[in-house]
């Protein structure tokens, strides 16, 4: 006997909605609240546009349509709108003693100066520990010789999808020429 589920909408389901609510708990990415600006929130449907629909930008600036979706549209107040992410403050502080020592640690003990360690020492990304410097020859047979026994284990579907990978990746590069 087939079971067939019920289309009746439980209690505790919601419908969604595709602008933000002043609170919505499934959604919210942030604790802050959302402070809507005040009157009509134009949301036009998620559709293809239609030639009846013409877009704001080749409107005159005497058409009614256009002043009235575009005259609040600067008025929107991001003050309240909380960060999503900061921007990565740079500084340029190694001088050519700094980069030589970063290369002679690199060189010395590649297990205790890792990238990552150089990094946090002089405060800097691990792009930069990498451009200053090259790994020592030993380590990189070392972890080349890892990879090898890693990849020697690999089941034939593994190693196909990694050689596709391969591929794809050297076509991106090809393309972006």
């Keep these: ?15 969604r909605t595709r602008f933000p609510t002043k609170y919505n708990p499934d959604r919210s990415a942030f604790k802050q609240k959302i402070i809507l600006p ?3 929130s134009y949301n036009p449907a998620p559709a293809a546009p239609t030639p009846l629909e013409t877009p704001a930008a080749f409107l005159p600036p005497q058409e009614l349509k256009a002043r009235t979706f575009l005259k609040d549209s600067n008025k929107f107040n991001t003050s309240n709108m909380p960060q ?7 500084t340029y502080h190694l001088t050519d ?15 205790k100066w ?15 520990i990498g451009m200053l410097s090259t790994p020592n020859e030993e380590h ?9 026994i890693i990849q020697s284990q690999w089941n ?13 990746k050297m076509y991106w590069l090809r393309d972006a020429k």
């Design 114 to 128: 890792t990238r990552k360690n150089l990094a946090a020492k002089y405060n800097v990304s691990e792009m930069v």
């Design 156 to 168: 034939d579907k593994r190693a196909r999808a990694r050689d596709h990978r391969k591929l794809r």
């Design 84 to 90: 999503i992410s900061e921007s990565p403050k740079r």
């Design 97 to 111: 003693e700094d980069a030589a020592e970063i290369a002679a640690l690199r060189q010395s003990d590649p297990y």
């Design 1 to 15: 006997m087939r079971r067939f589920s019920s289309v009746v909408r439980k209690h505790n389901s919601s419908t």
């Design 140 to 148: 990189s047979q070392e972890m080349d010789r890892r990879l090898d």
């Design 38 to 40: 005040p009157g009509v």
